[in-house]
């Protein structure tokens, strides 16, 4: 157990200032979206802070831990966008002792989504992508959506990510698909 701020000085020594300042930000929308959506806030501030806390950490750090684990090794195929979530909670937990599952759940879903999220992975999720500090073309819509229904900007943001990662002709992990497609079913 220890202080918030002891939390902040922790994850801000892990990566750069901006990346620290973009945590700080998803902590507090995801505080605001707790707020108007009845989630947890305490979890939604902590998870928004911590949700990058593996973001700068080396890919060879990252590959022993797959291993270590004994984590599917199709996750080899990919890089630190995909692992600084999914496998970043290996991370959080011996360095920070942060134990939740809510919150881990969340951190580990907060890149690909996931068919079934919890409200609390819906907030972080959707924080990580609308906080003030993001300018991608269609931001301005992903807030209005998620203004009026939090599910709908969690399939806003799935679709986007898709088109994006296919523009971009980038390999895409199974998990963001399946996301979609439960996801589109939902609300869609
Ligand atoms: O860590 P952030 O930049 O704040 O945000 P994030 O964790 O949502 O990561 C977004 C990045 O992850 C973005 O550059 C696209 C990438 N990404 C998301 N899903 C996939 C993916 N990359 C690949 N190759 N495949 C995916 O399925
Ligand atoms: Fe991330
Ligand atoms: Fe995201
Ligand atoms: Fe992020």
Redesign the pocket.
Known sequence: DYSWTELERRVAARMTAKRFAHCQRTSAEAVKLAQRFGGDVLRAQVGGLVHDYAKQIPDEDFIAAIHAHHLPAALLDYGNAIWHGMVGIYFIEDELAIHDPAILQAVKE??TGAPEMPLLSQIV?MA??IEPGRKFPGVDEARAVTQQSLQAGVLY?LSH?LSYLVEKQEPIYPLTFTSYNAWVRRVG
């Open positions: 907060h890149t999720y990580d992508f943001q990510e």
